[in-house]
């Protein structure tokens, strides 16, 4: 109940495509869905996440798309750049704050080819 | 502010040594987590400690593994015995209590990356 499954494990996309990641989670009471970036070397940083209230969340070229009724969310990475090749984990918990065990999903290698 | 903080961000050692992992979080911050990263299960949460105490420490795997917190401003993670399926890169993350500014956000170190031959 308390897994995400991330999908795909690896993607390569040429530059200027759309890479998507997909995540989906089964414990309806998750309502906090980040999405964490983590480049060769770093820790993750916080990316860009969405609360279940809307269906779609952009910043700059990072779009998260949310879909409740099937417990699916993804990101999509607009007019991608070699600087967008790390590795993306989405995540989800239970409250913004209230719940401390924030569940990662296993992990995106993106790589952007020039 | 000079981030999370982890020492060593290496270690290689032999099975059975005990190994140390050590942490500084963000001055401020009143969340300290420790994170597992590998490959085939990616970001597992080890434990997590609020205002120096250890709140849930479920994910730790064995009773070879033990945390501690002895201040704000400082946390371990031990492993005695280490063994070779404890090679992965331990991460730990901190973040404010709830209200401030910035407490939805896990603010990750640099990671140590354990080797056990």
């Known amino acids: 109940q308390q897994q995400v499954k991330q999908s795909p494990q690896s993607l390569i996309v040429q530059k200027g495509g759309i890479p998507i990641i997909n995540c989906a989670y089964e414990n309806t009471a998750f309502d906090y869905f980040p999405w964490y970036q983590q480049f060769p070397g770093k820790g993750p940083a916080l990316l860009i996440a969405?609360?279940?209230?809307?269906s779609e969340k952009k910043e700059g070229r990072f779009t998260i798309s949310f879909n409740k009724s099937a417990k699916q969310f993804s990101l999509h990475i607009m007019d991608s750049q070699p600087g967008d090749s790390a590795t993306y984990f989405c995540?989800?918990?239970?409250?913004?704050?209230?719940?401390?065990?924030?569940?990662f999903g296993t992990g995106t290698r993106l790589t952007i080819i020039p | 502010d000079a981030g999370v903080i982890q020492s060593p961000r290496h270690e290689v050692t032999e099975m059975g040594q005990e190994v140390t992992l050590r942490c500084k979080p963000i001055s401020g911050h009143d969340y300290l987590f420790w994170y597992r990263q590998t490959m085939m299960r990616g970001l597992e949460l080890l434990i997590y400690f609020n205002n120096n105490v250890p709140i849930d420490d479920s994910g730790m795997p064995e009773d070879r593994f033990s945390a501690k917190m002895p201040n704000a401003s400082f946390s371990t993670l031990k492993i005695q015995p280490s063994e070779p399926r404890d090679s992965a890169v331990y991460f730990c993350?901190?973040?404010?209590?709830?209200?401030?500014?910035?407490?939805?956000?896990?603010?990750f170190g640099a990671g140590s990356r354990l080797t056990v031959l």
């Open positions: 995540a989800a918990s239970i409250g913004v704050f209230g719940n401390e065990k924030l569940t």
């Open positions: 993350a901190s973040r404010p209590r709830q209200g401030r500014t910035g407490a939805n956000v896990l603010t």
């Open positions: 969405i609360r279940p209230d809307v």
